[in-house]
C-alpha cells in the first residue's frame, strides 16, 4: 500500500508554526472530504430513492465517481488505487442502469447507510475534536499572557504558583486535545478510503446477487475484481487497526510524562552556550503610541546571519533582524523577567524581546552572540563556538602565587598579595587550593557599574558642602583633624571598575583571582565592554573611588575594613581586594561578617596599587606606637610637602610636577 501523511504526535506539545501549517493541510483535507462524501451521499440517496429515474441515477452516480480524481485533495497522494477502483466501478455502474425494487433494502443497508455512518461519526469527530482543540489553545493563550506578566520586583509566591498551575493545566488540555485531534486526522486517512469503497462494494454486490442468473458473463468478470477491492479494504482497515494502536501508545507514552514538562521555568537540561541556531516562541515589545506599548507572542528562529520571525498560520517567516556584528544583552524592561534587547552595530534598530524561562533566555543569548560573531560561516561552526565559550568562561587563569613577577617593586613583600591577618605557619606550608565553590557561591549576581544615587550626589554639591579634591587639597587652608590624619599617605590612581561580586572568605587571595576570572567571563559572555574611568584615592585611613568629572566620592571603605588585596600574575593591570562588612541581627547584636569583592583595570602596575594599601596598613599599625611611626618615617622618601613617594622612579617626576604615570604616581 502507498504511504500515508501523518501528523507528528512527538510535535504536538510544542505546537509550532511548521505543526500549525501543515496541521492547516490536514483540514483542509478534511473539509475537502466532507463535501465530496455530502456530495456521493446524495448521489446514493438518489439511486435509493429515484427507483424511476435509475438511468439518470446510475449515471449521475458514475459521473460522480469520477469526481473524485478531479478534488485535488491536498493529500491525495497515494490515492491512485482508489482512483483507479472507482473509475472501474464507474463503468460498472453505467452498465447497471436498471435497477429493480428489491434492490432497495439491501441498497439502504450496503450503501446508504456505511455513508451516513462515515460522516455523522468521522467526519462530525473532527468537526468537533477542531473546537474543542480551537477552545484549548485560546485558554493557554490566555494563561500564557497572565504568566508573562508576572512582576519580577514584589514577586507574590501564591500568585505565581497559580498562574504556573493555570499555565499547566492549560497546557495539558491544549496536549490531549491537539493529541486527540491529530491521531483523528491521521486516521481519517485510512477511514476515507474505506469509506469510499465499501458503499460501492454493497451496491456492486447486491446488484451481482440481484442479476447473478441472468448475468453469468458479467459475474465472472467481476468476481476478481470485487475480491481484489475486498482485500484492499481489509488491508487499509488492518493498517489502519495498526496505525491506531501505535497512536494510542504514542499518546500514552507523551502524556505520561513529568507535570513540570508543562510547567514554564521549570528546565531540568543545562544552558548550551554554544549553539549557532535557535528556535522558539518570544515576547516582543511593539509601540502602540507614543508612550505605550504592547507584547506579542511570535515564533522566532534564527537562519544563517538573520533572526526570523513566523507567525501562526504563515507557510514561512520572514526577516526580522540581520545578526551580523548586532549586540545582544538582558535589559531591565518594564515589570517583566528574562528581557533582553537585540541592536544593530548602527544603533538606529533595536528589538526588545522576553523569553519563557531563565534557560530560554541565557540560551537566546548566547546563540545570538555566536551568530552576530559570523560564526555561522566558519567551516566547523560547533567546534568554534564551543571553542569562543571555552576562552571566555576561561578568560582568567587563578594565580595561586606571586613570587615570580615582583623584582622591579621597590618593597617586595608589600608588593605581593596581601592580608590583615597573616600567619608564619601559613606562609612555611604552602595551602590546598580551595575549589571554586568554596569561594563564591554559584550562580552569585556580579555589579558591572557603580552608580551613585541622585540624592547622594546632592548632598555632597549642595551649598556649603565640599567636593573630594583627589589631591588632598581642600578649598579651605584649614583642614580638619581627620583629613590631617589621611595627609600622611594620599596616592591617586587612574582605574576603570570591572565588577564586584558578594565572597565567601575575605582572607584568602585565590578567592580574589576566583572574582577576577568570573568577572571578565561575564563580561566576555555577555559582550560587555564599556568601562568608565575613575580615581582611585589610597591614604592612611580609606579607600576611595572618584569621579573625575565631577570630584565626587563614588564609593569609599575604611582601609581597615580591606581585609585582602591581589594583582593578577599575567595581566599586571588587574588589581583587586575584599572588603569586610558586618550585619546586624534583630536586638542590635552584631551578625556574620559578610565579604565582597571588587576588581579593577588600572593605568599602571596593580603591584603598586597592591604596595600603596600596604603602606597604608603599615601607618595605621605604626600609628599605635609613636617610635615605630618615627622610623616608618625616616625608611621612606618623602617628597618637600612631606608625603611619600611610592616608587624611586617617580621621585624625581613627582619634583617637576609632571610624573611619567600622570595620576597614578602623583602624590
Not at 429493480?100 to 446508504?112: D, Y
Not at 558578594?502 to 560587555?528: D, F, K, T
Request: with cysteine; glycine share 6%; charged share 25%.
Amino acid at each position: 500500500m502507498p504511504a500515508v501523511h501523518k501528523l507528528l504526535l512527538e510535535e504536538a506539545l510544542q505546537d509550532s508554526p511548521q505543526t500549525r501549517s501543515l496541521l492547516s493541510v490536514f483540514e483542509e483535507d478534511a473539509g475537502t472530504l466532507t463535501d465530496y462524501t455530502n456530495q456521493l451521499l446524495q448521489s446514493m440517496q438518489r439511486v435509493y430513492g429515484a427507483q424511476n429515474e435509475m438511468g439518470l441515477a446510475t449515471e449521475q452516480l458514475s459521473k460522480q465517481l469520477l469526481e473524485y480524481e478531479k478534488q485535488n485533495f491536498a493529500l491525495g497522494k497515494g490515492d491512485e488505487e482508489v482512483i483507479s477502483v472507482l473509475q472501474h466501478f464507474a463503468k460498472v455502474v453505467e452498465e447497471l442502469n436498471s435497477l429493480h425494487a428489491e434492490l432497495a433494502t439491501q441498497m439502504a443497508e450496503k450503501m446508504v447507510f456505511p455513508l451516513i455512518q462515515f460522516r455523522e461519526k468521522d467526519l462530525t469527530e473532527i468537526s468537533t475534536l477542531k473546537e474543542i482543540f480551537g477552545i484549548a489553545t485560546d485558554e493557554h493563550e490566555v494563561s500564557m499572557v497572565k504568566y508573562s506578566r508576572l512582576p519580577k520586583k514584589r514577586e507574590n509566591e501564591k500568585v505565581k504558583a497559580e498562574v504556573v498551575a493555570e499555565v499547566a493545566y492549560s497546557r495539558r488540555k491544549q496536549h490531549q486535545a491537539s493529541l486527540q485531534y491529530y491521531c483523528a486526522l491521521n486516521a481519517l486517512q485510512f477511514r476515507k478510503r474505506v469509506a469510499m469503497l465499501d458503499p460501492l462494494l454493497g451496491y456492486t454486490q447486491a446488484q451481482m446477487n440481484f442479476f447473478r442468473k441472468g448475468m453469468d458473463v458479467v459475474s465472472k468478470k467481476m468476481d476478481s475484481f470485487l475480491m481484489s477491492v475486498s482485500n484492499m479494504t481489509q488491508s487499509i482497515q488492518a493498517q489502519l487497526d495498526s496505525e491506531a494502536e501505535s497512536m494510542r501508545m504514542s499518546q500514552r507514552d507523551l502524556l505520561s510524562v513529568d507535570d513540570t514538562v508543562y510547567m514554564p521555568d521549570r528546565d531540568r537540561e543545562p544552558v548550551n552556550r554554544t549553539l549557532i541556531q535557535k528556535a522558539g516562541y518570544l515576547n516582543i515589545r511593539n509601540k502602540t503610541g507614543l508612550v505605550t506599548t504592547a507584547w506579542d507572542r511570535l515564533y522566532f528562529f534564527t537562519q544563517g546571519g538573520n533572526l526570523m520571525c513566523q507567525p501562526r498560520g504563515a507557510v514561512a517567516g520572514g526577516m526580522v533582524l540581520d545578526l551580523d556584528n548586532s549586540s545582544v544583552m538582558a535589559v531591565e524592561c518594564e515589570d517583566r523577567r528574562y528581557c533582553f534587547q537585540i541592536a544593530s552595530p548602527t544603533g538606529k534598530t533595536s528589538l526588545t524581546l522576553q523569553a519563557e524561562s531563565k534557560k530560554e533566555y541565557e540560551e537566546w543569548i548566547c546563540s545570538l552572540n555566536n551568530i552576530s560573531r559570523q560564526i555561522y560561516l566558519t567551516d566547523n561552526p560547533e567546534a568554534v563556538a564551543i571553542r569562543l565559550n571555552q576562552t571566555a568562561i576561561q578568560a582568567v587563569t587563578p594565580i595561586t602565587s606571586f613570587e615570580k613577577k615582583h623584582e622591579g617593586s621597590p618593597n617586595r613583600e608589600r608588593a605581593k598579595a596581601g592580608s590583615t591577618q597573616p600567619s608564619s605557619e601559613a606562609q612555611q606550608r604552602e595551602p590546598k587550593a580551595p575549589e571554586p565553590e568554596e569561594l563564591i557561591a554559584p550562580g552569585t549576581p556580579i555589579q558591572f557599574d557603580i552608580m551613585l544615587p541622585a540624592s547622594e550626589f546632592l548632598d555632597q554639591n549642595r551649598a556649603g558642602g565640599r567636593r573630594t579634591n583627589p589631591f588632598g587639597e581642600t578649598e579651605e587652608d584649614s583642614v580638619t583633624d581627620g583629613e590631617s590624619a589621611d595627609s600622611l599617605l594620599q596616592q591617586v590612581f587612574a582605574v576603570r571598575f570591572l565588577g564586584s561580586m558578594a565572597v565567601r572568605s575575605g582572607h584568602s587571595p585565590e578567592v580574589i583571582y576566583e572574582a577576577m576570572r568570573q568577572v571578565l567571563a561575564a563580561r566576555a559572555i555577555h559582550n560587555i565592554f564599556r568601562t568608565a574611568e575613575s580615581h582611585l584615592m589610597v591614604t592612611s585611613g580609606s579607600l576611595r573611588l572618584i569621579d573625575p568629572q565631577t570630584q565626587v566620592t563614588k564609593i569609599s571603605f575604611q582601609l581597615q575594613d580591606v581585609t585582602q588585596f591581589a594583582a593578577h600574575q599575567e595581566n599586571s593591570r588587574l588589581v583587586g581586594f575584599v572588603v569586610e562588612s558586618q550585619d546586624w541581627a534583630e536586638g542590635g547584636e552584631e551578625g556574620e561578617a559578610s565579604y565582597s569583592a571588587f576588581v579593577f583595570e588600572s593605568n599602571t602596575e596593580g603591584e603598586k596599587i597592591c604596595y600603596t594599601i600596604s603602606l597604608g596598613k603599615e601607618i595605621i599599625e605604626a600609628k599605635k606606637d609613636p617610635e615605630a611611626l618615627a622610623r616608618l618615617l625616616k625608611s621612606m622618601p618623602l617628597t618637600s610637602d612631606g608625603k611619600f613617594l611610592l616608587l624611586e622612579g617617580e621621585v624625581g617626576g613627582a619634583e617637576n610636577g609632571a610624573g611619567p604615570d600622570g595620576l597614578e604616581s602623583e602624590a
